[in-house]
Nanobody, 126 residues
Framework: QVQLVESGGGLVQPGGSLRLSCAAS????????IAWFRQAPGKEREGISC????????KYSGSVKGRFTISRDNAKNTGYLQMNSLKPEDTALYYC???????????????????WGQGTQVTVSS
């Protein structure tokens, strides 16, 4: 069964940190670029970061650049999003997604992603 499962969300105070995980099963994640998206209530889904399938090329939206770090461990078939200096406006449901791409050492949050997880809730509040 092909699936992506996010974990690591929760309630954190402003200025705190969380590390989200995106575990893949049923397919080889090392052949896929990984992206993280988020959606807050009443807002459109936002692409916040992606990482290429090889060479570790990464991109970030302006809203998270300098605070979030995307990474991957292909041996564990898992992607990660380290979130530091969290703000209340980071509160959202966070999703990971995977797009098949073995040809280019790049990624783009606007690609059509093949697989999506169910999401993990991140709430930043005091």
């Amino acid at each position: 069964q092909v699936q992506l499962v996010e974990s690591g969300g929760g309630l954190v105070q402003p200025g705190g940190s969380l590390r989200l995980s995106c575990a893949a099963s049923g397919f080889r994640l090392d052949r896929y670029a990984i992206a993280w998206f988020r959606q807050a209530p009443g807002k459109e889904r936002e692409g916040i970061s992606c990482i290429s399938s090889f060479d570790g090329v990464s991109k970030y939206s302006g809203s998270v650049k300098g605070r979030f770090t995307i990474s991957r461990d292909n041996a564990k078939n898992t992607g990660y999003l380290q979130m530091n200096s969290l703000k209340p406006e980071d509160t959202a449901l966070y999703y990971c997604a995977a797009a098949y791409n073995t040809a280019q050492a790049t990624c783009d949050m606007f690609w059509d992603y093949d697989y999506w997880g169910q999401g993990t809730q991140v709430t930043v509040s005091s």
